[in-house]
């Protein structure tokens, strides 16, 4: 299945976001060049709660000004390229625009400037950080650990569809290689089947992030309906990989996916995590967590 095009779409009543019952003018077909969410342009700081703690050894290379940085989500080995974007401009800080009138015969010209505040949000469990992600329009919810990362993920199989908004836990060395223990972010994708959608995200992405061992196995649930804010439609779907024959990589993982039904478009968000197997350190995510990380995307405004 392919998700063409690019756009963000928002939720119903959200300002410039199109309306519910809106859909007669189609899904907005858009190229963001190195970020499929659109308008989001980085990531650093979570809104409430602590910061996590500064990442060590090679993930230290996320925070570099300009640099391609190789990064592994979950316990996969296959690698994507995550493209620092300019430091000076923190998440969530406002970018300004400035617009120019000239009043006739007069030749002085005004300037105004205007800026948007900067999206918030507050994680419902302690200890826990939001991050908020204006491309996708929702925030979501991490465990203390879990950083956030600059740059787009591809999912294989699935053309022009790029991760944004994302978070890594747990980054880890075997064997000269480079894993981590868990990875999450979204998408916003057109309209067709959330059913489909959920199931076809969660095989492919399950395969791709266990496919390095020799033996790898992949199983889906059962779809469940989900209703996120009191009246947005959507799906769950988790995918169960189990792996053998590679001692640095686990031997259980999951993916969860969560499917919210926008104006005009579907909003992916996948958690992904180990569950067992692996080195001793770092320990791997919980389920609990992982869902506990499903259960708390919400829209950013309605």
């Known amino acids: 299945m392919t998700y063409p095009g690019d756009g963000q779409s928002g939720w119903g009543g959200q300002p410039n976001q199109g309306d519910w019952g809106r859909q007669d003018q189609g899904y907005p077909q858009q190229v963001y060049p190195q970020n499929y969410g659109g308008s989001y342009g ?5 809104s409430g709660g602590d910061e996590p ?62 800026s948007a ?8 469990k302690p200890g826990w950080n939001c991050l908020p992600v204006p491309a996708l329009s929702y925030s979501y919810d991490v465990p203390k650990g879990w950083s956030p990362v600059a740059g787009t993920a591809p999912v294989e199989g699935i053309d022009d569809v790029k991760l944004t908004g994302l978070t890594v836990t747990g980054a880890y060395d075997c064997e000269s290689r480079d894993f ?5 972010g979204g998408v916003v994708v057109p309209q067709t089947d959330l059913t489909a959608v959920a199931k076809d995200f969660a095989q492919k992405l399950a395969t791709q992030y266990y496919k390095s061992a020799p033996k790898s196995e992949v199983k889906l649930g059962e779809p469940k309906p989900v209703t996120v804010a009191g009246d947005i439609e959507g ?23 969560l499917v ?9 968000f ?10 001793a350190e ?17 829209p950013l405004s309605r």
């Open 235 to 257: 799906v769950q779907v988790d995918a169960v990989a189990t792996t053998s024959g590679d001692a640095c990589l686990a031997t259980k993982g999951m993916v969860k996916v």
């Open 260 to 268: 919210l039904k926008g104006d005009k478009g579907f909003h992916v």
């Open 282 to 298: 770092p320990k791997p995510p919980t389920e609990a967590d992982l869902q506990a990380m499903v259960d708390s995307v919400k």
């Open 270 to 279: 996948m958690a992904n995590g180990d569950l067992e197997g692996g080195p």
């Open 53 to 114: 703690p500064p990442k060590k050894g090679k993930a230290k290379l996320w925070l570099a000004i300009g640099a391609v940085v190789v990064v592994l989500v979950g316990g996969g080995v296959t690698a994507y390229v995550l493209t620092r974007p300019d430091g000076s401009t923190p998440v969530g800080q406002s970018t300004s625009g400035t617009t120019t009138t000239t009043t006739k015969p007069s030749t002085t010209t005004k300037s105004t400037t205007s």
């Open 180 to 184: 981590t223990r868990g990875g999450a």
């Open 42 to 46: 980085g990531l650093g700081v979570f």
């Open 117 to 124: 505040p900067a999206p918030t949000c507050e994680a419902a």
